[in-house]
């Protein structure tokens, strides 16, 4: 979910996952110049981008595909191949951020519990989704691809109402876009975002450890069990079984 990237400072120190985790609790992420650079460089915008998990624009055309289930959806069934996919030169994109450090680093991590994928699939072909971490009850969107129409649109839909059912606060987009003004992101200061940051992780222990206090962290997995999570006005519109687009769509349209 990133962009071309302001006040970069370059560094050249192998991604290690907890350094990883440390630096997105302190607001700070890394990026590369292209897909075959050799090193990182660690990034922290002055505007930030987040999308407030109660204001998701659902267009009438985007709530149709979804009600009419016009794609397949899962989550972190296939993250390595959802990064690589998301690290694959485009028409549109001819190069990527993403390096080999990094998709090592966030493969280590989705091992580890931190960092997880959104899936879209037309039958059996992946046609588009998104990875992040999630730290706390923020999550840091960091790519997302699309090879189908609103496919990208869909994988953000299914988030935003997995981090609704979580109990996440925050969904960092790092770098404002078109596409994702369209779907309700806004931006924010770097002081605010910090603020909101803080928050999300508050209660969150050992971070180099790979260790999350208890009650502090969202919960990604919430939505795709077969029994509603918590009692909850969002949890009881949860269905047994996997959720239908038209669920997404409640709780996408559900206020608490």
């Known amino acids: 979910m990133s962009g071309a990237p302001p006040d970069a ?37 002055k505007e930030r981008a987040i999308l407030p998990l109660d204001s998701f624009h659902l267009s009438h055309s985007l709530k149709k595909t979804l009600i009419a289930d016009r794609y397949r959806v899962t989550a972190d069934t296939a993250f390595p191949r959802i990064i690589a996919l998301c690290a694959e030169a485009a028409q549109d994109r001819p190069d990527t951020w993403i390096n080999t450090q990094i998709e090592q680093v966030f493969g280590t991590l989705h091992n580890m519990g931190f960092a997880h994928s959104i899936e ?29 129409r609103d496919a990208s649109k869909v994988a953000i839909a299914w988030l ?27 931006e924010i200061s770097r002081a605010d975002y ?15 450890a790979g260790s999350v206090a208890a009650g502090a962290a969202g919960d990604f997995s919430a939505l795709g069990r077969d029994a509603p999570p918590f009692a909850s006005p969002l949890g009881a519109l949860i269905e047994s079984g996997p959720p239908s687009g038209k669920v997404i769509v409640q709780l996408l349209t559900h206020t608490s």
């Open 9 to 45: 400072a370059f560094d050249v120190v192998p991604l290690d996952p907890n350094l990883v985790l440390g630096a997105y609790a302190v607001g700070v992420f890394p990026m590369a110049d292209a897909r075959d650079a050799g090193s990182v460089y660690w990034v922290e915008p």
């Open 120 to 148: 879209v699939w037309d039958g059996d072909d992946l046609v588009g989704g998104l990875y992040g971490l999630a730290l706390g009850k923020a999550f840091f969107g960091e790519s997302m691809v699309s090879r189908a």
């Open 194 to 208: 910090v603020g909101l940051l803080t928050g999300a992780i508050e209660g969150v222990v050992g971070v180099g």
């Open 160 to 186: 935003v109402a997995r981090l609704r059912i979580g109990g996440f606060t925050l969904l960092d987009c790092q770098f404002m876009t078109d596409h994702l003004a369209s779907l309700g992101a806004v």
